[in-house]
């Protein structure tokens, strides 16, 4: 019971923040003369950084066996939001592109349903209510668009930053007192490479995951 309570508290939190970020960035994208990036990070970005650091319990949800996830698979995906848009805070100059824009509206969107599926989710009887077969076709559909188009906006914002982690930007040279030598170019060239790799396991995975659920919810729906 308690355990329930405490997941329904966090999934409402973190829809109701996520939903206000989403908001915000739709409201400030109608601000004329500014760049869409600017806008909708000065109207969404402190409520996106509080609640993306917030998702890394997700992880601890997974150790502790309060959800059915992979703690691995919850961290990586923290991981990399969590590096994206520490750039994002840390390069004024990717807030004004229209990649940083992308991000916050995907990333807020997709949570908005998750988070509401998974608050109803902890409200269910044995038989679920219309409210949640609907939820679940949206946290199953809307990924299809979200998830590539949030993606291809986390590359461009990566790539750009490349030319500044050339000139030394977050790179270590030797010597330091850490002993440890890090050229952070090579790095997200890395992280760039293993991206479409990495993008299609979870999207394949989700795909098959849609599979598997939405004929049982559609079933609900109609009984």
Same mark, same amino acid.
């Given at each position: 019971?308690?355990?329930?309570?405490?997941?329904?508290?966090?999934?409402?939190?973190?829809?109701?923040?996520?939903?206000?970020?989403?908001?915000?960035?739709? %409201?400030?994208?109608?601000?004329?003369?500014?760049?869409?990036?600017?806008?909708?990070?000065?109207?969404?970005?402190?409520?996106?950084?509080?609640?993306?650091?917030?998702?890394?319990?997700?992880?601890?949800?997974?150790?502790?066996?309060?959800?059915?996830?992979?703690?691995?698979?919850?961290?990586?995906?923290?991981?990399?939001?969590?590096?994206? @848009? %520490?750039?994002?805070?840390?390069?004024?100059?990717?807030?004004?592109?229209?990649?940083?824009?992308?991000?916050?509206?995907?990333?807020?969107?997709?949570?908005? $349903?998750?988070?509401? @599926?998974?608050?109803?989710?902890?409200?269910?009887?044995?038989?679920?209510?219309?409210?949640?077969?609907?939820?679940? @076709?949206?946290?199953?559909?809307?990924?299809?668009?979200?998830?590539?188009?949030?993606?291809?906006?986390?590359?461009?914002?990566?790539?750009?930053?490349?030319?500044?982690?050339?000139?030394?930007?977050?790179?270590?040279?030797?010597?330091?007192?850490?002993? $440890?030598? %890090?050229?952070?170019?090579?790095?997200?060239?890395? $992280?760039?490479?293993?991206?479409?790799?990495?993008?299609?396991?979870?999207?394949?995975?989700?795909?098959?995951?849609?599979?598997?659920?939405?004929?049982?919810?559609?079933?609900?729906?109609?009984?």
């Amino acid at each position: 019971m308690r355990r329930n309570a405490y997941l329904a508290a966090y999934n409402a939190v973190q829809a109701t923040g996520w939903l206000t970020a989403f908001v915000l960035a739709l %409201l400030a994208l109608g601000k004329p003369g500014e760049p869409a990036g600017a806008s909708v990070f000065a109207a969404s970005g402190l409520l996106v950084t509080v609640f993306q650091a917030a998702a890394l319990l997700e992880t601890g949800h997974s150790l502790l066996g309060l959800v059915k996830s992979s703690p691995l698979n919850n961290l990586l995906f923290w991981l990399g939001r969590s590096h994206c @848009w %520490l750039l994002v805070l840390l390069r004024p100059e990717l807030r004004v592109t229209p990649a940083t824009a992308v991000v916050v509206l995907a990333w807020s969107l997709a949570d908005v $349903v998750r988070f509401s @599926w998974a608050f109803s989710g902890c409200l269910q009887s044995e038989r679920p209510s219309a409210l949640h077969a609907a939820l679940t @076709w949206l946290r199953y559909t809307l990924f299809l668009p979200l998830f590539p188009c949030g993606l291809v906006a986390e590359v461009l914002l990566m790539r750009a930053v490349i030319p500044a982690a050339k000139g030394g930007f977050l790179s270590l040279k030797l010597p330091n007192a850490a002993n $440890v030598a %890090l050229r952070y170019d090579l790095f997200l060239t890395a $992280v760039l490479t293993v991206y479409p790799p990495l993008f299609w396991k979870l999207f394949t995975g989700l795909i098959r995951q849609r599979s598997r659920k939405l004929p049982h919810s559609v079933k609900q729906k109609g009984a």
